[in-house]
């Protein structure tokens, strides 16, 4: 088995495209390959023993059946190179999420003949299958990608194929865009909460101290034993902190030089947390990384965006 997976990489690596490409890739008969598949190699091999059968014992009606589904197997060949030739792929994005969470790659094809093609399909050389439905000429699909690192993801060779009208034959065809695409870092599971703000009071925070109980919450690292609510842990099985309201400053301030003593991907992964912390919090809050301007102070999608962004690209340490 290991040969043959060895030999298939070999076949798969003299296939067009043999490196990243831009987009958009539009298919043409130099780049769509077409053979028979396995239920293709059978009927084949039905067609031949009827040949021969006719021609051994002169019949004709035989010899005439044999012949007219050997057209209609050559019709489908030349069917399923027709369904991809004149396809484009134009883009692929998606949106940036944390890694070890899924990635949905989204696919956009169009053809400019708007003729008819059934049977598309879309996927990576070992991924799942989707299948591809074009309406006035425009069609996406999405991909689930497996993340595991921060930064740039390279996005693998996709494959269109269709095994379009009978089966007996599959035409596929590749395209390995050159757009990478961003993951963010792993926010840290069990971080600490977020730092004091400073600045004039203007709102209210929650807080694992104070005077007013706001809710519970599970234990994160670095949490008082005191704001430890025993009884509903007990009850729960799993240890609840106590968190208060707050009056707090406008503004925080996530500083990477205030996490010296933890290792470079723990305090990448701790500054996500307390983005997404004072996200959801809606605070304001400004990020210092090293050797760059500060971002913020601000709030919201962008501003989040360019946070995780900064900290997905931060140089691994």
């Given at each position: 088995?290991?040969?043959?997976?060895?030999?298939?990489?070999?076949?798969?690596?003299?296939?067009?495209?043999?490196?990243?490409?831009?987009?958009?890739?539009?298919?043409?008969?130099?780049?769509?390959?077409?053979?028979?598949?396995?239920?293709?190699?059978?009927?084949?091999?039905?067609?031949?023993?009827?040949?021969v059968g006719g021609l051994n014992y002169n019949n004709n009606p035989a010899l005439l059946m044999a012949f007219l589904?050997?057209?209609?197997?050559?019709?489908?060949?030349?069917?399923?190179?027709?369904?991809?030739?004149?396809?484009?792929?134009?883009?692929?994005?998606?949106?940036?999420?944390?890694?070890?969470?899924?990635?949905?790659?989204?696919?956009?094809?169009?053809?400019?003949?708007?003729?008819?093609?059934?049977?598309?399909?879309?996927?990576?050389?070992?991924?799942?299958?989707?299948?591809?439905?074009?309406?006035?000429?425009?069609?996406?699909?999405?991909?689930d990608v497996a993340t595991h690192h921060r930064g740039w993801l390279d996005i693998p060779r996709l494959r269109v194929?269709?095994?379009?009208?009978?089966?007996?034959?599959?035409?596929?065809?590749?395209?390995?865009?050159?757009?990478?695409?961003?993951?963010?870092?792993?926010?840290?599971?069990?971080?600490?909460?977020?730092?004091?703000?400073?600045?004039?009071?203007?709102?209210?925070?929650?807080?694992?101290?104070?005077?007013?109980?706001?809710?519970?919450?599970?234990?994160?690292?670095?949490?008082?034993?005191?704001?430890?609510?025993?009884?509903?842990?007990?009850?729960?099985?799993?240890?609840?902190?106590?968190?208060?309201?707050?009056?707090?400053?406008?503004?925080?301030?996530?500083?990477?030089?205030?996490?010296?003593?933890?290792?470079?991907?723990?305090?990448?992964?701790?500054?996500?947390?307390?983005?997404?912390?004072?996200?959801?919090?809606?605070?304001?809050?400004?990020?210092?990384?090293?050797?760059?301007?500060?971002?913020?102070?601000?709030?919201?999608?962008?501003?989040?965006?360019?946070?995780?962004?900064?900290?997905?690209?931060?140089?691994?340490?």
């Amino acid at each position: 088995m290991a040969r043959f997976g060895g030999l298939r990489r070999r076949l798969l690596a003299l296939a067009r495209p043999r490196g990243p490409e831009s987009l958009p890739v539009r298919f043409d008969r130099r780049r769509i390959y077409v053979l028979p598949t396995r239920f293709g190699l059978f009927f084949a091999a039905l067609l031949a023993a009827m040949s021969v059968g006719g021609l051994n014992y002169n019949n004709n009606p035989a010899l005439l059946m044999a012949f007219l589904l050997a057209g209609a197997a050559m019709s489908s060949l030349v069917s399923a190179q027709l369904q991809l030739s004149g396809l484009s792929v134009v883009a692929v994005d998606a949106e940036p999420v944390h890694a070890g969470r899924t990635l949905h790659l989204r696919v956009h094809t169009r053809t400019t003949d708007r003729r008819v093609r059934s049977g598309l399909k879309v996927d990576f050389d070992d991924g799942d299958t989707v299948p591809l439905a074009l309406r006035d000429g425009t069609g996406e699909v999405v991909l689930d990608v497996a993340t595991h690192h921060r930064g740039w993801l390279d996005i693998p060779r996709l494959r269109v194929q269709t095994t379009w009208p009978l089966g007996l034959a599959r035409a596929w065809s590749y395209v390995w865009p050159e757009t990478p695409v961003l993951v963010y870092p792993r926010p840290e599971a069990l971080a600490p909460p977020l730092p004091i703000g400073s600045g004039d009071p203007a709102a209210r925070r929650l807080h694992a101290a104070g005077d007013d109980v706001h809710h519970l919450r599970n234990y994160r690292a670095g949490d008082s034993r005191r704001a430890i609510a025993w009884k509903p842990s007990a009850r729960r099985g799993t240890l609840l902190v106590r968190e208060f309201e707050q009056p707090i400053g406008t503004d925080i301030d996530l500083d990477w030089r205030e996490l010296h003593g933890l290792p470079h991907e723990v305090r990448v992964a701790r500054l996500a947390r307390w983005v997404e912390d004072a996200e959801r919090d809606g605070r304001r809050y400004r990020l210092w990384l090293p050797g760059q301007p500060p971002l913020g102070p601000e709030r919201g999608p962008a501003h989040r965006h360019a946070c995780l962004r900064a900290l997905a690209l931060m140089p691994h340490g």
